[in-house]
């Protein structure tokens, strides 16, 4: 069941998003204004596994939180998703894989946004000869790879705080079978 709109304004726009003003009816019946957020694309979210059960994470700078610690991940700007998602593993660390596994979709911050994302798992990491990846431009200060134990002690402790990182664990976490 969706909030009939009465009528819809674009407050703002980029060319990543579109916020909206919509005037709605609210479930119980009464009129209401929501203000919606919409991705003008589907984002992707890789865990990269190393051969050595490592999960490659990068730490960069956020406009709006600060230091985060996160999986590599981007917008598709209208690309296959898969093709984006190799895309992203590229520029933000300078990593190629051979396999490659959609594992979950989702969406994000679902109360005030439409935000589609598709999460991947890839695996047969090395080093791409096509490297010059654009890590200052994306703000990433650092890629490294951590031991899944690790990265668990990450998530327990606080370190890694990115809702979209925390849910494309849980993904990848149900498809290797590190959880049940």
Not at 125 to 140: F, K, N, T, V, Y
């Amino acid at each position: 069941m969706t909030w009939p709109i009465r009528s819809q304004r674009t407050v703002y726009e980029n060319p990543w998003i579109r916020v909206t003003e919509d005037a709605v009816v609210r479930p119980d019946g009464s009129d209401g204004i929501y203000g919606v957020v919409e991705l003008r694309n589907v984002a992707v979210f890789v865990v990269a596994v190393t051969d050595d059960d490592e999960i490659v994470l990068v730490t960069l700078d956020r406009h709006t939180v600060g230091e985060s610690i996160e999986l590599p991940a981007g917008g598709t700007d209208g690309d296959d998703p898969l093709v984006a998602a190799q895309r992203e593993l590229l520029e933000e660390t300078g990593l190629e894989a051979t396999h490659w596994r959609e594992v979950g979709r989702m969406d994000a911050l679902n109360g005030i946004c439409r935000a589609s994302e598709v999460v991947f798992v890839a695996t047969g990491l090395r080093p791409s000869p096509h490297a010059g990846h654009d890590a200052a431009e994306e703000g990433i200060r650092h890629v490294r790879t951590v031991p899944w134990a690790e990265v668990m002690r990450m998530l327990r402790g606080g370190e890694i705080r990115d809702g979209e990182t925390v849910a494309a664990l849980m993904f990848a976490s149900l498809e290797l079978g590190r959880i049940g």
